[in-house]
């Protein structure tokens, strides 16, 4: 059975730092696209980052680039999301979630089967 457990979230300053954690098990994570997703209350649900399933291939929302770096390790069957110069519009639930393949391209939710239950990420002074 398909498993994605995060880990990592909590409340950090404006400006401060992160790095979120997603441990897969039950399948074969190296034959899967990998995405972190986020939904803060009262919006919908976006994409954060997506990674091919080597790694090699990463997209990133625009609100994130240049601060968020995702990436992933085939051996300890996880996937990581570093966040720096976090701010305050980052607060949401940070979701991991997975999809056999790499096709279609894109880091778009509807894409992504399977679901992780989400770590809460708040950044607030």
């Known amino acids: 059975q398909l498993q994605l457990v995060e880990s990592g979230g909590g409340l950090v300053q404006p400006g401060g730092s992160l790095r979120l954690s997603c441990a897969a098990a039950?399948?074969?994570?190296?034959?899967?696209?990998m995405g972190w997703f986020r939904q803060a209350p009262g919006k919908e649900r976006e994409g954060v980052s997506c990674a091919s399933r080597g790694g090699g291939n990463t997209s990133y929302a625009d609100s994130v680039k240049g601060r968020f770096t995702i990436s992933r390790d085939n051996v300890k069957n996880t996937v990581y999301l570093q966040m720096n110069s976090l701010k305050p519009e980052d607060t949401a639930i940070y979701y991991c979630a997975a999809r056999v393949g790499s096709k279609p391209p894109g880091c778009i939710d509807t894409d992504f089967p399977s679901w992780g239950q989400g770590t809460q990420v708040t950044v607030s002074s």
């Open positions: 039950g399948f074969t994570m190296r034959l899967y696209t």
